[in-house]
């Protein structure tokens, strides 16, 4: 068991780039969770996964933000044309169970200048 | 959106000391989470009680739960300089099958 793992761990960008972080989870799990998170917050949900279906979508997560889990293997999220305001570190978690515990990567800071 | 939120925001307290800390949720549960963060990095997670739990202990840590109050706490005795992190709740906040977490509490211990 080698955890989650995301990359890259920390990106900076210019403002109207896009920018796509990856994670892979841990292997037998087959939930898949991003979320964001700025200083000082807690975890804010964005997207969630069972095998490759992305099953819930965070009203909150512009057109800007695309998730994939092709195979149901790794997932990537992608963000076009950044802002200032996407600068937040992205976590990744998985799961084997539907609301069991989660285990999380250690995120991939963005910064957007 | 969030669906617990922490009680105090920020906390003080001397090595050896115990520190508690709340979690209030707006929603029926089916299970509530406690998970800790050290500064830069992942969560990890600490303890699951179930709904129909009221307390459960793991190691130094103590958690109970009040259904009818919306609430939960989490109990660290006998603190180390390294329990020194944030620690946020979460919950599933019934159909959802995510988790949702609050903003958390920062928990300092000095040495």
């Known amino acids: 068991d080698t955890g989650v793992s995301q990359d890259p761990r920390h990106k900076i960008t210019k403002r109207g780039q896009n920018v796509t972080f990856r994670c892979d989870p841990i292997?037998?799990?087959?939930?898949l969770y991003w979320y964001r998170q700025t200083l000082g917050q807690g975890p804010e949900f964005l997207t969630y996964?069972?095998?490759?279906?992305?099953?819930?979508k965070s009203r909150l997560l512009s057109d800007r933000f695309s998730a994939e889990r092709p195979k149901g293997s790794f997932s990537t999220l992608e963000i076009q044309r950044t802002e200032q305001g996407d600068s937040a570190m992205y976590l990744c978690?998985?799961?084997?169970?539907?609301?069991?515990?989660?285990?999380f990567g250690e995120g991939s800071r963005l910064t957007v200048l | 959106s969030q669906q617990g939120e922490e009680d105090p925001q920020a906390l003080s307290i001397q090595e050896g000391e115990n520190a508690t800390m709340n979690c209030s949720y707006k929603?029926?549960?089916?299970?509530l989470q406690w998970y800790r963060q050290n500064s830069g990095r992942g969560l990890v997670h600490l303890i699951l009680?179930?709904?129909?739990?009221r307390e459960k202990h793991s190691g130094r840590l103590r958690v109970t739960l009040d259904t009818s109050k919306k609430s939960s706490s989490l109990l660290i005795t006998a603190s180390r300089a390294a329990d020194t992190a944030s620690y946020f709740c979460?919950?599933?906040?019934?159909?959802?099958?995510?988790?949702?977490f609050g903003a958390g509490t920062r928990l300092t211990v000095k040495p």
């Open positions: 978690a998985s799961s084997l169970l539907a609301r069991g515990e989660l285990f």
């Open positions: 292997s037998e799990h087959n939930r």
């Open positions: 996964f069972q095998n490759e279906a992305q099953l819930e």
């Open positions: 929603t029926s549960i089916n299970n």
């Open positions: 009680i179930r709904s129909n739990e």
């Open positions: 979460a919950t599933d906040a019934g159909n959802n099958n995510d988790m949702r």
